[in-house]
């Protein structure tokens, strides 16, 4: 039998199922015991977790999750791997496929068919150039879920555990930290993948906090506020704001710099800052103030 976590046996079994790995999918295959050992342990699995998986690769990921959950759907992308994953997962019954494209699936018939009734446990290796996508539909979904493990480029997981007035801060930081908590679990090292990928990766974890890590009025309108404080990064909060895009709808035109000043004051934040020094706290003291 083929050691998945062997890059040389790996590239073997593609090869003799004339598989040639697609850059446009960004295909780097985990091919590491270890960390594969450190992504099943940060899961938090039982025998009664169900997981789904997006991004099966050459199935060594998913043959680890299913030696330790109840059950795993695994999505992949690229249909010409489906002879490959039968065949390396042929003696585990609690493995099925779906051969889609995760981001264009019905997501609610997605997690009924992985999950049922109950919560469970999304783990992905992902290509890169999805990643905020895909942590965006999660986000959306966390009601479906009670743990995500993901495998991401060690940047992004930079951005989404950066502290205000840091240099990765940005919108989406405070975006994740707001809808989960993150947790870094490990750093990766290109030389685990097949073919071995151009950046460093980190192994991150998300815990969905619901509603919120912090308490506001109007959801919408505390995103709205943070990503104009947040497009234009070299201006204060107050111009930033002055000058956020209409689709925003913040009601500040060049006309309402009283207006701005008044809103900022009552919630006690001075406009001379930089939007990214200010925290969840201070965004949502500012949403409420707006509401009220």
């Known amino acids: 039998m083929t050691n998945l976590t062997s890059p040389k046996q790996t590239s073997e079994l593609l090869r003799s199922h004339g598989i040639r790995l697609q850059k446009r999918l960004g295909q780097n295959f985990l091919c590491d015991r270890n960390i594969l050992n450190r992504i099943v342990s940060a899961a938090h699995l039982t025998p009664q977790t169900r997981v789904l998986e997006v991004g099966a690769g050459a199935g060594a990921l998913t043959i680890a999750l299913a030696e330790a959950a109840s059950t795993v759907t695994s999505v992949e992308i690229d249909t010409l791997l489906e002879p490959l994953l039968r065949e390396v997962t042929a003696d585990y019954s609690n493995i099925q496929f779906v051969f889609q494209d995760f981001m264009r699936l019905d997501l609610d018939a997605l997690f009924d068919t992985a999950f049922g009734t109950e919560t469970g ?7 890169y150039y999805i990643t905020t996508p895909i942590i965006e539909k999660l986000v959306a979904y966390k009601h479906r879920w009670s743990r995500a493990v993901l495998l991401v480029q060690q940047e992004v ?25 993150v947790e870094i679990v490990c ?4 030389t685990v993948f097949l073919p071995p990928p151009d950046v460093t990766s980190t192994v991150i974890a998300l815990e969905p906090i619901l509603p919120g890590a912090i308490a506001v009025c109007n959801e919408k309108r505390f995103f709205y506020l ?27 035109g060049m006309d309402s710099r009283r207006e ?33």
């Not at 446990?121 to 290509?127: K, L, S």
């Not at 234009?232 to 913040?250: C, G």
């Not at 008044?262 to 949502?284: F, Q």
């Open 226 to 252: 943070i990503r104009a404080a947040f497009g234009q990064r070299r201006k204060t909060l107050l111009n930033a704001l002055l000058r956020a895009p209409a689709s925003f709808d913040l009601g500040f």
């Open 187 to 190: 750093t990766v090292p290109p």
């Open 121 to 127: 446990v999304f783990v992905a290796n992902i290509p």
């Open 157 to 181: 997981a930079q951005r989404l555990v950066a502290a205000p007035g840091s240099e990765h801060c940005g919108s989406f930081s405070l975006f994740a930290q707001y809808h989960t908590k």
């Open 260 to 292: 701005a000043e008044a809103l900022l004051a009552k919630a006690g934040i001075d406009g001379n800052r930089r939007g990214e020094t200010l925290s969840l706290e201070e965004y949502g003291r500012l949403a409420d103030a707006y509401e009220e």
